[in-house]
């Protein structure tokens, strides 16, 4: 029994894998900050139930993911030499962790709770952010469960570019201020675009195990060669929205965002030179983590001292 409750709580972290919790925290942080930035108000009561309940959602989420992964060979498919930190799923079913049944319940558990906890926001502080929170919910349940599979379909970037930027960022301005701004969803661009492009690097390792268990993302469809060029193509994009977020919000500091810029070089330099050499190839996946963080560093800043000029 005892070694059941320490398989079963050792498997739950490993697939709530807090470590990429990042992915929504940034735009959380920089959505709060804009906030106050924006128009002085900031809870951190509400902010941390949010936050609780973003967590949940991305725990459920590793867990549908990983059902579906499983179940349609993608994660089983991945071999040794093609695992790394950045790819291959959560591995817990693959490495005996967790059995099926226990990521399902993991994933109704989780969701459930974090349904609660929107319940409670809408009752007590917030009844704008209902829809937001609707949508972040299904599209999380639908990125892999079928019959939808979006992650299967080409539509996966999108949405976890949607989710963690737009949706995420507007959901915590909307709960702080009480009411939607286009500048909000304007500074949540660069971050969607950047955290698409997490994916999009992540998604090289398991090209091989997607195309075989047809899970058709971008990556597979257009092969690894154009997907670098993607690669730097949203890099370029990302780039020159901050150049227009100073522009718009006639705010300088936005242009912050351009330091990460030779990590940027760096990340797709490494990837065209090795796409095919999954060990040298995590090195691209790393910096593309880097930036993420440090963009939302630079966000936050910007966001804060737009409140003094």
């Known amino acids: 029994m005892k070694a059941d409750v320490k398989r079963i709580w050792q498997g739950f972290w490993q697939l709530a894998d807090p470590k990429i919790w990042i992915a929504s925290t940034v735009p959380m942080v920089v959505g709060g900050a804009f906030a106050y930035g924006y128009t002085g108000k900031f809870d951190i009561y509400w902010f941390l139930v949010a936050l609780i309940a973003i967590y949940c959602i991305e725990i459920g989420k590793n867990a549908v993911n990983e059902y579906v992964d499983y179940l349609s060979g993608v994660d089983r498919f991945v071999s040794p030499d093609k695992r790394t930190p950045f790819s291959g799923g959560k591995k817990t079913i693959v490495d005996g962790k967790l059995t099926l049944t226990e990521v399902v319940i993991i994933a109704i558990v989780t969701f459930l709770i974090a349904c609660g906890i929107g319940l409670y926001i809408i ?26 599979k979006l992650a299967y379909r080409g539509l996966g970037e999108v949405t976890v570019g949607l989710t963690f930027g737009p949706l995420i960022v507007l959901g915590i301005y909307c709960l702080q201020t009480g009411k939607m701004d286009l500048s909000a969803l304007l500074i949540s661009i660069p971050i969607g675009i950047l955290i698409a492009n997490v994916l999009w690097i992540n998604q090289f390792p ?20 154009k997907s670098v060029k993607v690669f730097a193509i949203l890099f370029l994009i990302a780039y020159l929205w901050f150049i227009l977020l100073a522009v718009v919000l006639r705010n ?58």
Request: hydrophobic share 55%; aromatic share 12%.
């Open 206 to 225: 398991d090209y091989e195990a997607d195309l075989k268990g047809n899970k058709r993302n971008w990556v597979v469809r257009l092969g690894k060669q």
């Open 123 to 148: 009752f007590f502080k917030e009844i704008s952010v209902l829809w937001i929170g609707i949508a972040g919910v299904l599209l999380s349940i639908v990125y892999s469960l079928p019959p939808f």
């Open 252 to 309: 300088a500091f936005w242009l912050l965002g351009l330091i990460s810029i030779p990590l940027a070089i760096r990340a797709v330099k490494v990837a065209q030179q090795y796409y095919d050499d999954i060990p040298k190839m995590t090195e691209a996946n790393l910096r593309m983590v880097q930036i993420y963080l440090l963009t939302g560093v630079t966000m936050t800043i910007a966001a804060v001292v737009g409140r003094f000029i």
